[in-house]
């Protein structure tokens, strides 16, 4: 049923990924994110895919996992290769009716492929390490020096928590209504469109009814705890930066200076 | 004629980290026409067994049958047909039921269910009459009202008669009075039991409250951690005092009061299930002393 749907892909461990600030490993993949681009070659791109395997290993997140988020992403990939594929003057391997594959090509093809999934298992390892509640919070003090310029980034950020939060309970609260209607005859597994659609009524309308309950709810409990934005708000948890995130800096600066050399070897 | 549950056993979220095997083993069956309360610990599992018996959910391994029909038949169309008239046969009205409510007036909320049964406008209208006259709500007072002016325990009341209306023979009740206020509750409790009596409904009433319990129930299950602990008549199941513990229950409150007097010295038959029979036993005991 509904419940089956997990929502998140954090991975709750004790990993030093999972137990780096939040704030640091975002910027850190910002970094490592700009890098790909920037050092463009062979040796820079083994690095990187060690780098990417390395961390995935040791964050103890199941290698399935690294297939799974991949997967949505699988046909753009596919689509990239085939296009660089052919679409590369070069020396020729075959030739496919009007298509011309070459070895260019097929170098070029690989190393844009890569390029991208080095992207997304990278971001993907921030979303498998850490909570989203951190990560809201992070995001938050990373946005805060805008909050001069008037972008409200306190409540951008209690925004998404609270939608975070959310998001299981509606998927509890649809299941139980569906199951609601069912005891009294609805059918949700037959019928042409048009019947399905009406069939969607009686599960849409009380839901909505809920959640504007709870989000009433959710304000009068609020404010009853004195909640008034973000003006002077002090944390149960403060985000801390430990010595693991200034090794972890280290480190990649000390990457940063190696893919540098590479770079300037062309290698 | 009976619900009988085989050997029904129930995981949540099978193969994920967050797999619970909510139910293990529950063998038991519901006779028609009895009034069967349900107890137990929160998470012991009552709404899991409740939601199999009208094939909301599908036994991992088991069966559950209604009248000899196995619900979760899956073979010929006729297997089909037949599991899901024996599904209709089971009503079921969850815990908060007025959050299923949708429809503009009280009316077509109610005709709901016997719509989509198929039946015609005519046969919908009477249904839709009796079922309110059943819960007590005047048909021409409300039929036109909006269900989301009433007050919680008239929303519950039109809940109910929504699942009334598709004529179940049997009805799960998933905690009806959870809510409810003292006078609102007793009402409902009133009417569930009038309903056991004269229209002959086989009750299957989930329930934390044991004075409930005792008075209305002619079979009790205590659930313990998704297995059946104990099932008998309320009055052998309430002197098993350390099945009661280990379904963290207690006994019915004048079967306390009893206890305590009997402690204190007073001969009295502890034995009682509703306050009347413990007023005739303290009865009996004072006037056994005095002649
Ligand atoms: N939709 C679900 N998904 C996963 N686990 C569930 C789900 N519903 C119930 N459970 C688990 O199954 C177990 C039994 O739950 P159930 O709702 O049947 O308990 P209950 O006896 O009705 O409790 P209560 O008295 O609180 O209503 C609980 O441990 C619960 O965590
Ligand atoms: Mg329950």
Known sequence: MLSDITIGQYFPGGSLLHRMDPRVKIVLLFFFLIGIFFFDTVGAYIVFSLLTGGLFYFSGIPMRMMTKSLRPLLWIILFTFAIHLFSTPGEDIARIWMFHVTWEGLGKGIFISLRLVLLILLSSLLTFTTSPLKLTDALERLLSPLKRVGVPAHELAMMMTIALRFIPTLIEETDKIMKAQQSRGSDFTTGNLMQRAKQIVPVLVPLFISAFRRADELAMAMEARCYHGGEGRTQMKVLRVSSIDYVACGASVLLCGMLALLKWNNL | ?291
């Open chain 2, 1 to 291: 004629m009976s619900i009988e549950i085989k050997n029904v056993t129930y995981t949540y979220m099978p193969k994920t980290p967050f797999e619970r095997t909510a139910l293990k083993d529950v063998d038991l069956v519901i006779e028609e026409g009895s009034f069967t309360a349900i107890a137990g610990h929160t998470g012991s599992g009552k709404s899991t067994l409740v939601q199999h018996l009208n094939g909301l959910l599908e036994p991992t391994s088991g069966q559950v049958l209604v009248d000899g029909v196995d619900l979760n038949g899956k073979g010929s169309k006729s297997e089909k047909l037949a599991a899901r008239d024996a599904r209709r046969k089971v009503g079921m009205v969850f815990q908060y039921a007025e959050h299923q409510l949708f429809e503009e007036t009280i009316f077509a909320d109610i005709a709901f269910a016997p719509r989509n049964l198929g039946l015609g406008e005519e046969d919908v209208e009477a249904r839709v009459k009796e079922a309110m006259s059943l819960v007590g709500l005047g048909y021409e007072e409300f039929k036109d009202k909006s269900p989301f002016q009433l007050s919680g325990g008239q929303m519950r009341r039109v809940a109910i008669a929504g699942i009334l209306a598709m004529q179940p023979k049997y009805l799960v009740l998933d905690e009806p009075t959870a809510g409810l206020d003292a006078a609102g509750k007793n009402k409902l409790i009133q009417e569930i039991l009038q309903l056991h009596e004269k229209k002959h409904i086989t009750m299957i009433f989930v329930s934390h409250n044991m004075d409930d319990i005792a008075c209305l129930a002619d079979k009790v299950l205590f659930m313990n951690q998704g297995r059946v602990l104990l099932y008998d008549t309320p009055a052998r199941a309430f002197q098993a005092k350390d099945t009661l513990q280990e379904a963290g229950l207690c006994p019915p409150q004048i079967m306390s009061f009893l206890e305590d007097l009997r402690d204190a010295g007073i001969p009295v038959d502890t034995n009682a299930l509703t306050v009347e029979e413990g007023i005739a036993n303290i009865m009996k005991a004072v006037k056994g002393k005095n002649g």
